[in-house]
């Protein structure tokens, strides 16, 4: 082979070589991104694994469907906001489902009957900080004046402990730092197992087909307040979810009836038929 095509294809092959390293790569970020940090763990472990826990993460083998709790709790960011959020809590009310909601401290100030609203139907309140800036951004100081400012927001209107324990990222954005700080404070940072981008102009079918093709257990389900195609999509997702034998939980009872393993390493399960597909 002449010396310029031998170049040319080790060339090629060490192209090569690099995308599928980094196929892999991102495909183990995408298996040992954690759903949530407890404030009692090892966040650097969890957030810049090394290479021997991406490696391991590629070669394990799936979760039975049958080993994991049918657990499901459904999380609403931002707000809360008039019109949307009592239409969204009259679907819940109507489909029987107590759901986590992180609330925006400022906008809890503009419309505290809402957030009062939001308690008296039973769900969890927890702090989506006080006003919604991009944490990963922000030192130390900030993300904690942000965390404290919004817990003490939403306890003068609507106090409910979640709201110094559970903490969201607002668009989830954060770096190690962030989860350091919120640990420190005394929290747990809640992140998800999915995200079916409600936050963009989707259809309710879309919506409905994303979480029905992606379910696992026990799982966390990243949604948002003020959409009116999740509050659509509600009733067909919910039943789906019941005829497959889950229940629906908030994010606190979740964290004490499974373990923070089970919610990183949930199994996937078919809404359809209630079999786990691999």
């Given at each position: 082979m002449p010396r310029t095509a031998a170049l040319a294809a080790a060339a090629l092959a060490a192209a090569l070589a690099l995308y599928a390293g980094r196929r892999l790569w991102l495909k183990s970020d995408d298996l040992l991104r954690p759903a949530v940090v407890l404030r009692g763990q090892d966040a650097r472990a969890l957030l810049q694994p090394s290479l021997g826990a991406r490696l391991a993460a590629?070669?394990?083998?799936?979760?039975?469907?049958?080993?994991?709790?049918r657990l499901v709790a459904l999380t609403f960011d931002d707000g809360p906001y008039p019109v949307t959020t009592p239409l969204l809590l009259q679907r819940l009310r109507d489909v029987r489902v107590r759901a986590t909601f992180f609330l925006i401290g400022r906008d809890a100030e503009q419309f505290p009957g809402l957030a009062r609203a939001v308690a008296a139907d039973g769900h969890e309140l927890a702090n989506h900080t006080l006003t919604h800036p991009d944490l990963d951004g922000l030192d130390d100081a900030a993300v904690r004046a942000e965390l404290?400012?919004?817990?003490?927001?939403?306890?003068?209107?609507?106090?409910?402990p979640a709201e110094r324990r559970l903490f969201r990222p607002p668009h989830?954005?954060?770096r190690l730092a962030t989860v350091l700080v919120a640990q420190r404070a005394g929290y747990d940072t809640v992140l998800w197992n999915d995200d079916p981008g409600d936050w963009r102009s989707v259809p309710a079918a879309a919506l409905r087909d994303h979480l029905l093709a992606r379910a696992t257990a026990p799982e966390i389900v990243l949604l948002h307040s003020g959409r009116p195609a999740t509050i659509a999509a509600l009733p067909d997702v919910v039943a789906r979810y019941r005829a497959a034998g889950f229940a629906f939980v908030t994010v606190g009872e979740l964290l004490r009836r499974c373990s923070i393993e089970a919610l990183d390493r949930p199994a996937k399960i078919s809404l359809a038929s209630g079999v786990g597909r691999n």
């Open positions: 590629l070669v394990r083998r799936a979760v039975p469907p049958d080993a994991r709790p404290a400012g919004g817990a003490a927001a939403l306890g003068r209107i609507a106090p409910d989830g954005r954060y």
